[in-house]
């Protein structure tokens, strides 16, 4: 197999704040080919947005990427002069943020900040730069474009703001896509057109998707593997059929058990119960353990490793075997 | 089902709003994005609606709308048998719509009836035949005296009983005030409560309402994650003990775990305070979990409106079809036929004509761009616009 296109290797991002130092990404590693997707999926606060923007070298001030490393087409990136990053940042590797807030300054119009992108990187003149602009808005579904495409910010619903900064971010035919939970505010048509989209773009281009959400219908739809996160650490990581089909993790089984299906009709929903554990106090041992209905005195104070447990397919817990034979029974109860 | 013996706590009547659109130096009005463009519909008492559609057909802006957050640009809202429109309104703009809704309408229907009392009978509405009675017996002045008089304890009584639940549980608590402060605000406008001690009290029981410790009572919103925030979002909007809430994609930004809880909450909530919900959201699957109805929005109109399990079973608009369509199933190995729909977006500030749908319906006939279609009953309250509603399977 040819070598991964990004290859993040036992990521450390940590924050330094008033009450002292917020370990958010704990050794993260995961790798991802050309041509292919990658999910990440977990709880808010586990991590993955810090994952990725450590990736694009976009941490806050009080951020920085303590140890580890992120090697793009085998050259490490987290170390690179900012000057050298600014060429590989939007047009090598390019993101669409959870918030479009962040990525659309409110003060100039849609189109603007698109042309200036297209620009800047491609080496086209304003003109052409707002013909593709315009094309780029009307291809993530963006009604009469022409006209939105002087528009404010604050004049587009969320959904629509949500497209036109996917519209940004393609601009430039990135080599490795970053998509932070792109698709969350959107209605599910949209969200398939973009789904249908990105997939498209992926094969045109070869691009490289790297999928945060935590929409698990997302990913059963749009991935190829998927890396679980909890509390700034990778849980569970494999390929998405034995993910689904056989969790190794209490978390990642947790959720599956806890979203609303549509051919089944439940009185209430399962939930896990509490929230995550404050990450300028994770616990010692397993970041999962306060809320883990396996857990025992010894996941409180050790931390279980990676391990795999069928090839290509890891989990880091040290009840692997009770989980599976609770999965199982209740597989059984659902026939 | 037979809807007749609930009560209809909001009924929603051809309401519009339009927002301008300018441009130029001169900031002129050039045109209107008609966001929401004459829908109608009920809310019973008790029930969860859920409503979902296109992002930007209208949705948010219809809940803001019924909650007088924004004002309509027409139509008629009633709350409990009260039309609250004209509360709103600037005075010579409430007597205008008390006689074009009311008075006019009223005599022309008792030049053709003849009779009061026939005119009250065929009145379709409660509202209506309440405020008939009132005209036949105490005459326009006597309407106007019902409807605006005490108005302003009539527009407390109705921001107290119309909450809303926001989306976004980081923007919508303010970040300086303790959650005590954010929580107590309502509860001293409408003085609900006596004194700050009451007050404390009142709180802290919500707050362990809502499943959050007690405790938690002077600490700041940046100090909670985000399903706790929408908790207290929550607590803040139950502390007013409201009718009806509408809880704007309130669970769309939380973990899927958490979500869970929060569904689960407010369902709790809901049987022991028996509170209305329109529930906003673009999660199909949450919105058949707790909704008992779900109306579809296309372009500013409500294009199919059911029981849930009809709606899901058997969506007869072609466009209800695609959306179920469009769900992503939690499973890898589940291959469905997807629809795509084909096309823009037409943009609401120039609608298609006929059906709004007809750019980008799969079926579309002659009649589709020409004609629109109304919003019939097929039976059962199952409504849908559309001229071959149930003859696009997908
Ligand atoms: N203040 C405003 N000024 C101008 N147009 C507006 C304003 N607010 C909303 N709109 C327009 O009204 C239409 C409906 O917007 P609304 O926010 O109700 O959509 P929505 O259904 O809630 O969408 P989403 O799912 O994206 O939240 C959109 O075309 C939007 O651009
Ligand atoms: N600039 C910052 N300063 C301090 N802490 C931060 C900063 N940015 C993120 N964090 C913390 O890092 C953790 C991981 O955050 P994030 O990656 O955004 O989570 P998510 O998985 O939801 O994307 C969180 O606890 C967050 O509060
Ligand atoms: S290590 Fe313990 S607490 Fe962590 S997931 Fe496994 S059983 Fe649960
Ligand atoms: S009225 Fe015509 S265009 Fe509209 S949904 Fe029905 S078939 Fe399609
Ligand atoms: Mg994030
Ligand atoms: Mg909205």
Redesign the interface.
């Known amino acids: 197999m040819k070598d991964p296109i990004l290859k993040v290797n036992n990521l450390h991002t940590y924050f330094n704040t008033e009450d002292g130092e917020v370990r958010a990404v704990r050794g993260v590693s995961f790798e991802v080919h050309e041509g292919e997707t990658l999910a990440i999926v977990g ?3 586990s991590g993955k947005s810090v994952t990725s923007l450590s990736i694009m070298r976009l941490l806050d001030e009080n951020g920085r990427i303590a140890e580890g490393e992120i090697l793009y087409k085998g050259r490490d990136i987290s170390k690179i002069p900012e000057d050298d990053m600014r060429h590989i940042r939007g047009k090598e590797i390019a993101m669409i943020f959870q918030e479009p807030m962040t990525a659309l300054n409110p003060v100039f119009t849609v189109g603007d900040q698109i042309i200036e992108m297209i620009m800047l990187h491609m080496g086209m003149d304003a003109k052409a730069a707002r013909q593709r602009a315009i094309e780029l808005l ?1 291809k993530v ?4 474009p022409e ?1 939105r495409v002087d528009q404010y910010p604050h004049e ?5 703001r ?2 036109a900064m996917i519209a940004m971010a393609l601009s430039c035919n990135p080599k490795v896509l970053i998509a932070d939970e792109p698709t ?10 973009i ?2 989209l990105m997939k498209e773009l992926q094969k045109e281009y070869g691009m490289a998707i790297i999928f945060i959400t ?8 749009m991935s190829d593997k998927a890396a679980v996160m909890y509390a700034g650490k990778v849980v569970e990581y494999g390929d ?2 034995s993910i ?2 056989r969790p190794k993790n209490p978390y990642t089984w ?3 058990q ?5 051919n089944e009709e ?1 009185e ?6 509490g ?2 554990p404050n990450p300028r106090k994770f616990p010692k041992g397993c970041g999962f353990s306060n809320r883990c209905f396996l857990a025992k005195e010894k996941c409180k104070d050790e931390m279980p490793e990676l391990i795999e447990v069928e090839p290509g397919h890891y989990s880091r817990c040290f009840y692997i075997d009770e989980l599976v034979k609770e999965v199982e029974k209740s597989r059984v109860g659902e026939k | 089902m037979s809807q007749d013996n609930k009560k209809v706590l909001l009924q929603v009547d051809n309401l519009k709003k339009y927002f301008p659109v300018r441009a130029g130096v001169f900031k002129r009005v050039v045109a209107h994005v008609k966001a929401v463009d004459d829908i109608s519909f009920k809310v019973y008492e008790g029930e969860t609606i859920g409503l ?6 209208g949705k ?1 802006t219809t809940g803001m709308t019924i909650l007088r957050l924004l004002n309509p640009t027409d139509g008629r809202i009633v709350v409990d048998g009260l039309d609250t429109t004209p509360l709103f309104l600037p005075k010579t703009r409430a007597n205008k719509y008390i006689h074009e809704i009311y008075i006019s309408r009223f005599n022309e229907l008792k030049n053709k009836y003849k009779s009061e009392d026939e005119v009250i009978k065929n009145l379709k509405d409660d509202v209506d035949k309440k405020y008939a009675k009132i005209y036949f017996e105490k005459g326009s002045h006597g309407l106007h005296h019902e409807m605006l008089s005490n108005i302003n304890e009539k527009r407390k009584w109705f921001r107290r009983n119309m909450q809303i639940i926001f989306q976004d549980p980081y923007s919508s608590l303010n970040p300086r005030l303790r959650i005590r402060s954010i929580i107590a605000e309502g509860l001293f406008t409408h003085g609900l409560v006596k004194s700050g001690a009451e007050a404390t009290e009142k709180i802290k029981d919500l707050l362990e309402k809502v499943g959050l410790s007690s405790e938690y009572i002077y600490r700041f919103p940046h100090e909670f ?4 925030r929408q908790r207290i979002g929550i607590a803040r909007a139950l502390a007013l003990n409201p009718k009806l809430i509408v809880a704007d ?1 309130a669970v ?10 929060v ?2 909450l407010l ?1 709790d909530l809901q049987k022991e305070f028996k509170l209305t919900y329109v529930f906003i959201a ?5 919105v ?2 707790i909704s008992d109805r779900v109306a579809v929005m296309y372009l500013g109109k409500i294009v199919e409106l059911a029981d849930k399990k009809a709606l ?1 079973d058997n969506p007869l608009h072609p466009y209800t079809v ?2 179920m369509s ?9 291959k469905k036929k ?1 629809i ?2 084909q096309g ?4 609401p ?2 609608p298609p004509s006929g059906c709004r749908f007809h750019t980008r319906c799969p079926i579309a006939k002659d009649i589709c761009s020409k004609k629109e279609p109304p919003l019939v009953d097929m039976g059962d309250g199952h409504m849908v616009a559309c001229h071959f509603a149930g003859q696009f399977k997908g």
């Open positions: 709880e808010s606060g009307r579904g963006i009604p009469e006209k587009l619903s969320g959904g629509m949500q497209r969350t505010a959107l209605d599910v048509t949209i969200q398939a057109q789904l249908e935590h929409d698990l219908g997302v990913v059963a739809e998405i059929v689904f089909k947790g959720l599956m806890s979203i609303p299906k549509l439940v209430r929903l399962m939930s896990i119960p929230t995550v | 979902v559609g296109e992002s930007g057909c948010s994650s985000g399903g706790q994609e769309s930004a939380l973990d899927v775990s958490i979500q869970s809880q569904i689960n369902e673009h999660d199909l699957a949450v058949k979990h899901f695609a959306l469009a769900i992503p199933i939690p499973d890898p190995e589940y997807r795509i729909l823009d977006v037409p943009s500030i120039n």
